[in-house]
């Protein structure tokens, strides 16, 4: 079966401060990957999509940038940290095809 | 552009009643519609999902959905509420034309009292 995997958990970083989190997938190969941000606990807002290694969609202009260096590992990064950055970021993948999406536990992101 | 609404922020229902949570999507072709269900500090975890056939489909926990084509709806509905119910919910639409984004609405709290 296959399963998706974010971490960290939970980190609180102070602004200025680089990240990176990191999302892996199990069972599947070549899965469309995605990162969404959810701010206090409403509405998902899509970040980046990634349809195969190497090919990266934005969909916002932002302080954050993804990559895909294997085929299902999509980590997410910023070189410096704004205190707008803070929310729950949630990893996702989907078959390729028109189906429903598998989410990861997600990452709580704080940063003071 | 592809789009999906939720109109409502929040549904209070009773334990027992029955509840509706109200979906409408935009989208050029044929729509591919979904619900997720969100429990405080978790990922969001898929419900059902309406591809083609039959109108009325069923998912997850004794929760459906119809999909209302002339309305351009897709709403969720429970005949009989269970207080562990009580969580956030999204809707989602997948377009024919972008088959690598599936948009999510801005979620419905529902909240389902004893």
């Known amino acids: 079966s296959q399963t998706i995997h974010q971490w960290p958990a939970t980190l609180v970083q102070p602004v200025g401060s680089p990240l990176s989190l990191e999302c892996t997938v199990e069972?599947?190969?070549?899965?469309?990957l995605y990162w969404y941000r959810q701010a206090a606990g409403r509405g998902l807002q899509l970040l980046f999509y990634?349809?195969?290694?190497?090919?990266i969609s934005s969909e916002v202009p932002q302080n954050l940038s993804a990559s895909r260096p294997q085929d299902r590992q999509f980590i997410l990064s910023s070189k410096k940290l704004l205190l707008s950055d803070s929310g729950f970021y949630l990893c996702?993948?989907?078959?390729?095809?028109?189906?429903?999406?598998?989410f990861g536990p997600g990452t709580r992101l704080t940063v003071l | 552009a592809q789009s999906v609404a939720q109109p409502e922020d929040q549904v209070n229902v009773a334990e027992g009643n029955p509840l509706t949570v109200k979906c409408t999507y935009s989208?050029?072709?044929?729509?591919?519609l979904f619900w997720y269900v969100q429990y405080p500090n978790r990922g969001l975890q898929f419900l059902l999902k309406?591809?083609?056939?039959?109108?009325l489909v069923k998912g997850s926990y004794g929760f459906e959905a119809e999909f209302n084509k002339s309305q351009t709806s897709f709403h969720l509905k429970k005949p009989s509420a269970l207080v562990s119910d009580s969580a956030l919910y999204f809707c989602?639409?997948?377009?024919?034309?972008?088959?690598?984004?599936?948009?999510f609405g801005s979620g419905t709290r529902l909240s389902i009292r004893p």
């Open positions: 996702a993948w989907i078959r390729d095809g028109y189906n429903e999406q598998f």
């Open positions: 989208v050029s072709g044929n729509p591919y």
């Open positions: 990634s349809v195969g290694i190497g090919q």
């Open positions: 309406y591809i083609t056939g039959d109108n």
């Open positions: 989602a639409v997948l377009g024919y034309s972008s088959a690598s984004k599936i948009i």
């Open positions: 069972g599947t190969s070549n899965p469309n």
